[in-house]
Nanobody, 127 residues
Framework: QVQLVESGGGLVQAGGSLRLSCAASGRTFSRYAMGWFRQAPGKEREFVAG????????RYADSVKGRFTISRDNAKNTVYLQMNSLKPEDTAVYYC????????????????????WGQGTQVTVSS
């Protein structure tokens, strides 16, 4: 199975932007649906965005629609999360996750729907 490594987190002012990257090892990246989740202190891990195997389908949490964009480059084994108009409530550890061999359009939104996780990257948005 793949291994995932996130990068791109950091400290940004409210209204700013960040782009997270998740690099996957292995040769079967295109057979994984990918998701981004986040977890703030004292809160449960929550779905942020997901993308299908080919990238043709995406899903977003209501809280980030219109501000965040998920994309993938299967040739580079990488999935991205472009985050614009960031708010203090977006502060959290962001995790990349992968699910192997789902259908071409399925995008799980529950953490239980993913079997591989990265180590996380901290995003802090100051007011």
């Amino acid at each position: 199975q793949v291994q995932l490594v996130e990068s791109g987190g950091g400290l940004v002012q409210a209204g700013g932007s960040l782009r997270l990257s998740c690099a996957a090892s292995g040769r079967t990246f295109s057979r994984y649906a990918m998701g981004w989740f986040r977890q703030a202190p004292g809160k449960e891990r929550e779905f942020v965005a997901g993308i299908s195997l080919s990238g043709a389908s995406t899903r977003y949490a209501d809280s980030v629609k219109g501000r965040f964009t998920i994309s993938r480059d299967n040739a580079k084994n990488t999935v991205y999360l472009q985050m614009n108009s960031l708010k203090p409530e977006d502060t959290a550890v962001y995790y990349c996750a992968a699910r192997f061999l789902v259908s071409t359009t399925v995008i799980p939104t529950s953490p239980n729907g993913y079997s591989v996780w990265g180590q996380g990257t901290q995003v802090t948005v100051s007011s």
